[in-house]
Structures are given as C-alpha cells and as structure tokens.
C-alpha cells in the first residue's frame, strides 16, 4: 500500500479537524509531513511540533523543502489568492506531482468526518476547483 503524504494549510475549524483526523490514521497509509499556520498560538502547532512534523507559517517554504513529497496539498484556508499562490508555486517549481485539494473536496470529505456539523458557507460562494 502507498502512503500519501499531506500538507496542511490552516489549521482553524475546518484544517483543524482534519487534522485531528488525519493523525489517528495509520501512519503508514497516510502522514501528514508538513503544515502552515501562521497562528502560532494555535495549539496545534504545537501538537504538530510534538509530533515532529514543521509548521512552515509561509506555505511556500514547505513546498521548497519538501517539493514532490507532497502528495496532496489541503488548503483549509478557502482563500481564492491562497489557492492560486499554490498552484504559481507549484508551477514556478516545476512540481507536476503534487496535488491542489479543491474546495468542493475539502466539503466532500468534511461531510464524511463523523460528527461533522453545517460548514457556513455564505462567504464561499464558488466552492469549485
């Protein structure tokens, strides 16, 4: 079985969810390598430290270091700039490997969380790619 490898982008509501999610899986299917929070007084961070995976507050230094490792790049932030700043990096760098989660993904796999509750989607007007 190939493991996938993430990074996280935003660790608040939503990230951080999956993020919680994502540790409790087995490590040898999926690992979460990486994140990008600039709040550092989330707790997260530093559960993240603990676990000894980096919080890189500006994402694109995580995408220099860890490159085509990532598999899968989950932007929470729902930012429409953050999603195109990505995808110039990755670009930029010549990663044709790793992938850009969608916004409509991201609410696809959130409905799959166990528990999960109504996502306020006023300000998410375009949830495509």
């Known amino acids: 079985m190939r493991k996938i490898t993430i990074l ?11 993020y919680q999610q994502f540790k409790e ?8 390598i990486a994140i990008s929070e600039p709040n550092m007084d989330n707790p997260l961070v530093a559960d993240a430290e603990q676990r000894g995976i980096t919080n890189f ?7 220099d270091q860890f490159g085509e490792q990532i598999d899968i790049i989950m932007d929470t932030s729902n930012r429409p700039e953050i999603k195109q700043a990505i995808r110039e990096k990755l670009q930029q760098t010549n990663n044709q490997h790793s992938v850009v989660v969608p916004m409509v993904v991201d609410y696809l796999m959130w409905y799959l969380l ?16």
């Open 25 to 32: 899986m087995n490590p040898e299917q999926v690992q979460v």
């Open 114 to 129: 166990p528990g999960s509750e109504a996502i306020p989607q006023s300000h998410h007007t375009d949830i495509g790619y």
């Open 57 to 63: 507050p500006a994402f694109e230094d995580a995408i």
């Open 8 to 18: 996280m982008i935003g660790l608040g509501r939503i990230g951080g969810k999956f």
